[in-house]
Structure formats: structure tokens, C-alpha cells
């Protein structure tokens, strides 16, 4: 067999193996897909039997409790592990939560819905969902999510005065503060103890872990390059991240900054924004975005620099480490405070 012979039979051979290898990827896709949708629908189903017996007053309250230990410890006996009575409590707030099976999402699995349980805020509920399904978030990522509190994040970096009920209906329309968060939460870049901190190691380290940190930056962004050279005449200027943001149809800069915000910084991305939409944006793109990632916000810089009406530029503090719920609640309200003060003035 000659050199060209060998070479059409070893890539017959690959198109033979690559049509196998997709109809059984497609094949052991649609049994997940299909034993997932099992498990949801068998767990719903649960739950509205044991509501539907409570409601009906077959086990009255002060029994409750034994009832659920009761069945756990023979649901346990004859189907093993997972029917533990906390679990049981799990599936009764999932039919409470979720009363019409014809809305669940099949995309989603079981430990996704355990995650979503948490969360009390309907909007933020069916948001999580919505951005899971679209965005393909595994059950750990959405667990992440809701823990770092990332929907209440976002809708209070947005400048409005209407309440937090709303925010979805202001999340369809296409501005820029809608993809800005603040605080941004980089505890995955495990830096807290870091001595002398320098942005060119928070540079690194976000390059390192690119992947959590487009987790944390949301819907959109896609990585295009770090320390983008920007030349202008005799002079030679870097910007630490560039981001493409395919939602916007725009470029997103990022400045790091280590300590607090200084005017400095402002007018030196005013000067990045204004050169890379000079060099760089393209006619169909939108104006180029500019995020001052810094680890201290200064409110005076804020309100008293073209940062205060500037639509394409954004300032956000930045945490190396995961708070608890109530710090992030209280710097989430301190930060919707602020803006909902500052709407009051331009009345």
C-alpha cells in the first residue's frame, strides 16, 4: 500500500470513528437528559404528596417532624441514600416553590434546584435560572453565584429609583450598567494573604484563574488580551485587560488598581478609552467601556469626576475574599443607598 493509500484509509477510518463517537455522545446526552428529568419529576412529585397529606390534615403539625423522620428511615431502608428528612424538606419547598412541573427546566439538575431553594426573592430566583440555562453554568458555578449574592450585585450597581422588583424588566434593555457589578468577588484568585500586593501579580493571578473570572464578570465578556499596547505619536501605553463584551458589541477595558481610586486614574482611562475607540473599535462596534477595578472606591472621585455622568466609564471595589451574606447585604444596601441619594440630588 502506498504513502497516499495509508493516508485515505487512516482518514476513512477517523470520519468511521468521529460519526460513531457522535451518535453515541448524542445517544448518552438524551438518557442524561432523560433520567435527570425523571429525578426532577420524581422529587416534585414528593413533595406535592407530602404538602397535599399536610394540607389535607392526614398528619397534623406537631407530628410533622416524626412523620418525615418516620418516612425518610423506610424511604432510606428500601431505596438507599438521598431520602434523609432534610432532603424530604428539600422536595416539599421544591413543589412549593416551583407548582407547575411544566416549568421546570430539565437542563437543569437536581442539585442546581437544591441551590435555587435558597433563594427567596422570586425575580432573583427565576434570574438565576434563566442566566444557569443560558449560560450553562454548572450546579457548583450556580451555587457560587447565589452566594456571592450576584443578582442583588448587579441591579444595585445600576443607577434607578425604581425598586429592586423591577430590575428585570431594566435588565432587557441594552446599557452599559447592567453588566457592571459592585463589589466584584475574586476570592478564587486566593490572594488575601498576599504581602505587598502589586496589580501586576492581581493581573496574573486573574489571567491564571481567566476562566472563575469570567464566571464573576457575568454574561458576554469574552477575553481578547492584557497589557494592550496602545501607541500614540513617541508614546507607548498599556491597559491591563481587554474584554469584548458580545451582548454590547463593545470593548470593555479594565484598569487594576491597588489602593484607593485617585482622579489620576480616572483621566488616565478617559485618555485609554478615547485612543482605543481612536485605534481599535471598529464602525459596527459600540463606544468602548472602561472599568476601574480597584481594591478601595473613593465616593469623592466618584461624584466629583467625569466617573459621576460618564456613561462608558464604571468604578468597582474589588474583595479577595469571599464575605458572609450579611456583609454583602449591608455593602449591597450602603451601595443602592448611595445611588438612590445621588438620583434624589438630580431631581
Not at 45 to 57: A, F, L, R, S
Not at 66 to 79: A, H, I, Q, R, V
Not at 95 to 118: C, D, E, K, V
Not at 247 to 268: A, M
Request: proline residues 2%; aromatic residues 12%.
Amino acid at each position: 500500500m502506498n504513502q497516499l493509500s495509508k493516508d485515505n484509509a487512516i482518514e476513512s477510518f477517523e470520519k468511521l470513528y468521529g460519526s460513531i463517537k457522535e451518535v453515541l455522545n448524542e445517544s448518552r446526552q438524551q438518557a442524561y437528559q432523560a433520567v435527570n428529568s425523571s429525578m426532577l419529576i420524581a422529587y416534585w412529585t414528593i413533595g406535592k404528596i407530602i404538602v397535599e397529606n399536610e394540607q389535607d390534615g392526614q398528619f397534623r403539625a406537631e407530628y410533622g417532624k416524626y412523620t418525615l423522620s418516620d418516612l425518610s428511615l423506610k424511604l432510606s431502608n428500601e431505596f438507599g441514600k438521598g431520602f434523609t428528612v432534610r432532603s424530604l424538606q428539600q422536595m416539599k419547598k421544591f413543589y412549593t416553590l416551583f407548582p407547575n412541573t411544566n416549568a421546570l427546566r430539565t437542563q437543569l439538575t437536581w442539585t442546581h434546584y437544591r441551590s435555587l431553594l435558597r433563594v427567596e426573592n422570586k425575580e432573583a430566583r427565576e434570574w438565576y435560572i434563566e442566566e444557569s440555562v443560558k449560560e450553562h453554568w454548572s450546579s457548583r458555578q450556580l451555587d457560587r453565584q447565589i452566594s456571592t449574592m450576584y443578582y442583588e450585585r448587579l441591579i444595585s450597581s445600576q443607577d434607578k429609583s425604581e425598586v429592586v422588583a423591577e430590575a428585570n424588566d431594566k435588565l432587557k434593555e441594552l446599557i452599559p450598567e447592567q453588566f457592571i457589578k459592585d463589589p466584584y468577588v475574586l476570592e478564587f484568585i486566593d490572594l488575601k494573604d498576599y504581602p505587598a500586593l502589586r496589580e501586576s501579580v492581581l493581573e496574573q493571578a486573574l489571567i491564571d484563574n481567566l476562566q472563575s473570572f469570567l464566571l464573576e464578570l457575568g454574561r458576554g465578556f469574552c477575553f481578547v488580551a492584557r497589557q494592550k499596547l496602545l501607541r500614540y505619536e513617541d508614546e507607548d501605553f498599556y491597559i491591563d485587560l481587554v474584554f469584548y463584551h458580545s451582548i454590547l458589541k463593545c470593548y470593555v477595558l479594565i484598569d487594576l488598581k491597588i489602593g484607593k481610586l485617585t482622579h489620576g486614574d480616572v483621566g488616565q482611562m478617559d485618555s485609554y478609552i478615547r485612543m482605543f475607540d481612536d485605534l481599535y473599535k471598529n464602525d459596527d462596534d459600540n463606544p468602548t467601556i472602561g472599568l476601574l477595578l480597584c481594591s478601595e472606591k473613593n465616593e469623592a472621585i466618584a461624584k466629583y469626576s467625569v466617573l459621576h455622568d460618564e456613561k462608558q466609564m464604571f468604578a468597582s471595589k474589588y474583595l479577595l475574599t469571599l464575605p458572609t451574606a450579611e456583609e454583602l447585604e449591608k455593602q449591597i444596601e450602603n451601595e443602592r443607598h448611595r445611588i438612590e441619594e445621588e438620583a434624589k440630588t438630580k431631581r
